[in-house]
Antibody
Framework: EVQLVESGGGLVQPGGSLRLSCAAS????????MTWVRQAPGKRLEWVAN????????YYVDSVKGRFTISRDNAKNSLYLQMNSLRAEDTAVYYC??????????WGQGTLVTVSS | EIVLTQSPGTLSLSPGERATLSCRAS???????LAWYQQKPGQAPRLLIY???SRATGIPDRFSGSGSGTDFTLTISRLEPEDFAVYYC?????????FGQGTKLEIK
């Protein structure tokens, strides 16, 4: 059974940093592109970033470029999102998901990030 | 960036009825790279349809997708109680991947 479990969310002040993790199991993690998607309270889903299997390709939505970094550790079956210079508008539930040619087949349950003073 | 606009915002129907949800793109979506997701309160989204018309694994055949270019439709032929949820379309033909604002399907 495919499982994706996010962790690392919490309350952080504007300008602060947070690192999200996503632990994968039940599938061959190293063979999948992976993605982060977020959803602000009551808002639409927003794709944040994705990463190729070997980390040689990474893409970001414009609003997080230069502030967020996606990475992975295939030996640990884990995906990460380093978030710096956080803003109030980054407040959202962050989901990790498998990225199969652009569709998000499997999702974790999400981790809530709240940016507030 | 491709902007997706879904209509209606809310659809009120009864179990057993047919639901038709629309998704319009601000520019043509390449290679019918359009997906539909279902999201229930407090849950992660679930992939229903990809490639505009192909059902994902385990999705009942009452769900069907159609369309190309800029206009896409999700149809649920006979609504079951578990189908009442929010539905999002998503394009993956170009970066950034973008989602529609959602259609809430509620029980009448």
């Amino acid at each position: 059974e495919v499982q994706l479990v996010e962790s690392g969310g919490g309350l952080v002040q504007p300008g602060g940093s947070l690192r999200l993790s996503c632990a994968a199991s039940g599938f061959s993690f190293s063979t999948y592109w992976m993605t982060w998607v977020r959803q602000a309270p009551g808002k639409r889903l927003e794709w944040v970033a994705n990463i190729r299997q070997d980390e040689n390709e990474k893409y970001y939505v414009d609003s997080v470029k230069g502030r967020f970094t996606i990475s992975r550790d295939n030996a640990k079956n884990s995906l990460y999102l380093q978030m710096n210079s956080l803003r109030a508008e980054d407040t959202a539930v962050y989901y990790c998901a498998t990225d199969h040619k652009g569709t998000f087949d499997y999702w974790g349950q999400g981790t809530l990030v709240t940016v507030s003073s | 960036e491709i902007v997706l606009t879904q209509s209606p915002g809310t659809l009120s129907l009864s179990p057993g009825e047919r639901a038709t949800l629309s998704c319009r793109a601000s520019q043509s979506v390449s290679r019918t790279s359009l997906a539909w997701y279902q999201q229930k309160p407090g849950q992660a989204p679930r992939l229903l349809i990809y490639g505009a018309s192909s059902r994902a694994t385990g999705i009942p055949d009452r769900f069907s997708g159609s369309g190309s270019g800029t206009d896409f439709t999700l149809t649920i032929s006979r609504l079951e109680p578990e189908d009442f949820a929010v539905y999002y379309c998503q394009q993956y033909g170009s970066l950034p991947r973008t989602f529609g604002q959602g259609t809430k399907l509620e029980i009448k």
